[in-house]
């Protein structure tokens, strides 16, 4: 079992700056793929960056590229998202998720919500326009 804790969401302007971290419980950590998600009110949960075990290979959203950086450090079990340039659109709960350790396998990027075993409970970032 993995449990995600996320931190860092919050209320900022538009062009401002945050950065989530997401906290993973248990030695598994660095054996497992790891995403961002959100899911803003009314629309469907979407992909908005992932890396892989290893932390050689990211993938980011089109909506996000150049503005956000997904990084983790497998010495402290953390994922971190750091949000640049935010938008109004770029409001929602972000989740942070993890895949099974099969991950450490392959040097790839998971980018689909049922390739991840294990969810946090989610942290709301809100951009003002």
């Known amino acids: 079992q993995v449990q995600l804790v996320e931190s860092g969401g919050g209320l900022v302007q538009a062009g401002g700056s945050l950065r989530l971290s997401c906290a993973a419980s248990?030695?598994?950590?660095?054996?497992?793929?790891m995403g961002w998600f959100r899911q803003a009110p009314g629309k469907e949960r979407e992909i908005v960056a992932a890396?892989?075990?290893?932390?050689?290979?990211?993938y980011y959203a089109d909506s996000v590229k150049s503005r956000f950086t997904i990084s983790r450090d497998n010495a402290k079990n953390t994922v971190y998202l750091q949000m640049n340039s935010l938008k109004s659109a770029d409001t929602g709960v972000y989740y942070c998720?993890?895949?099974?350790?099969?991950?450490?396998?392959?040097?790839?990027?998971?980018?689909?919500?049922?390739?991840?075993?294990?969810w946090g409970q989610g942290t709301q970032v809100t951009v003002s326009s």
């Open positions: 998720a993890a895949t099974n350790t099969n991950a450490r396998w392959y040097s790839i990027t998971y980018n689909q919500g049922n390739e991840y075993d294990y």
């Open positions: 890396i892989s075990w290893s932390g050689d290979m990211t």
């Open positions: 248990g030695r598994t950590f660095s054996s497992r793929a």
